[in-house]
């Protein structure tokens, strides 16, 4: 019988921090800006110019250690890693090897043989480098320095990882906790979260580790996890063929569902590291590591039991609405106006969530008023509308924030009950349709519906649901 391999997987995790400004300079980190237009002396490496650090960049990345459990260094020191290449406008990257900020964390993830905890070997913060843009038809390559400069924090997990499942797993949690922090936002399409991930495999029972590859250019959780796969079927084959598994960095293309070796991997004295001469020290004292960690918020488990005690949400409901910052965000403010928990879990999980899929968004990107959205809910509650007219509102207030009083008013949708004008109505649609009174009359319950369907169409909607029921059913009987 053939024995079986297992894959060990640890990740280097690269955050772009929430700054205003850059970590060493005062140029915008604003994403999207006009290449080479967020720069200066200081962030494209000119001669004589000297960094200044981003007191937010400290601050975030304690705040992020502290919400995964890690020591903190209270003096850490800033270090130059000595590379060369386009991006890197000054040969040399700054960064943390001696003394990182934070150390010996771990986070708590679900799998399916239960709760399992990831630990963290580290996090440091460091500056980004440029971004090289090939332009195949000039047969020639530029350079953006605006992302130079950047602040990151780079979390460095242990090998404790199994599985692709397990690594989304790992990352959707890092993702929550930071983006509940407000330290990024974490948007894998945008950059402000990579993954560069480390795996090797070795045969199950065996103690050493095999040797590892580090796989890069993974901008999406399919991407990460369909590269797992890819490299731990290659390595497995290798190690089949009773050949060596080569220590080296891969680029993973999504396209081809492949990766490429892009050079041999580094080792930390490749990197010629040593103090930054420029940076001193940073010494974090009592005072302001107390005042960090008493502005750290309502994390996303506290939050989750907070729902189910405060509001007597379902555990279901809580999870799904802890899942997106932005979205418990807007649940609580809109019941913060309404006062109604459960209707309000109940239009987020059911309307909002189908909108969002149907226009492919993510639940930060919800852009309506919490106010608007109670609004809606106070009609439907004082029966000024019935809840299909409710549903449509909804549709136009998720894509245009409109305010529902003033909408039900211009275009007339208030519920009509009044019973003559409905028996008017109901009466002409059964005198077309004889064979629904027939049909009722024989036991048929469906030619009833049928009626009420008639009606409400006839009404436009507008109808109260519960009047019509009342009224076909009386006319019926007659």
Known sequence: MSRQYETIIGLEVHVELATKTKIFCGCSTGFGGAPNTHTCPVCTGMPGS?????????????????????????YCKFDRKNYFYPDNPQNYQISQLYLPICHDGWVEIETEAGKKKIHIHEIHMEEDAGKLMHDEWED?????????????????????MRSADEVIAYLEKLRLIIQYLGASDCKLQEGSMRAD???SVRLV?????????????????????????????????????????????????????????????????????????????????????????????????????????????PLYDARILTGSKHLADIFEET???????????NWLMTDAMRLLKEHEKEPEELSFSPKNLAKLIRLLEENVINRTVAKNIFEVIFAEDIDPEK?????????????VALREVIGEILKKNPQSVVDYRAGKQKAMGFVVGQTMRAMKGKADPAVVNELVRELLDK
């Not at 020639?140 to 404790?160: H, K, M, Q, T």
């Not at 005072?287 to 918020?297: F, H």
């Not at 909408?407 to 949708?413: M, N, P, S």
């Open 205 to 313: 029972g065996d103690k050493e580790l095999g040797t590892r590859t580090e796989m890069k250019n993974l901008n999406s959780f399919k991407a990460i996890a369909r590269a797992i796969e890819g490299e731990k079927d290659r390595q497995i084959e290798i190690l089949k063929d009773g050949k060596k598994v080569v220590q080296e960095t891969r680029r993973w293309d999504d396209n081809k569902e492949s990766s490429h070796a892009m050079r041999s991997k580094e080792d930390a004295q490749d990197y010629r590291y040593f103090p930054d001469p420029d940076l001193p020290p940073v010494r974090i004292d009592d005072a302001w590591l107390a005042r960090v960690k008493a502005m750290q918020p309502e994390l996303q488990e506290e939050k989750l039991k907070r729902y189910e005690r405060e509001y007597q949400l």
């Open 50 to 74: 000297l960094p200044v650090l981003n007191r937010q960049v400290v601050e975030y990345a304690l705040a992020v250690g502290l919400a995964t459990n890690c020591s903190i260094n209270q």
């Open 335 to 345: 019941v913060s106006f309404c006062g109604k928990p459960k209707e309000v879990s």
């Open 140 to 160: 020639c390559s530029l350079v953006d320095y605006n992302r130079s400069g950047i602040p990151l924090i780079e979390i460095v997990s242990e090998p404790d």
């Open 197 to 199: 991930v480390n795996l």
């Open 407 to 419: 909408y039900v008013e211009e275009k007339g949708l208030r519920v009509v009950s009044d019973e």
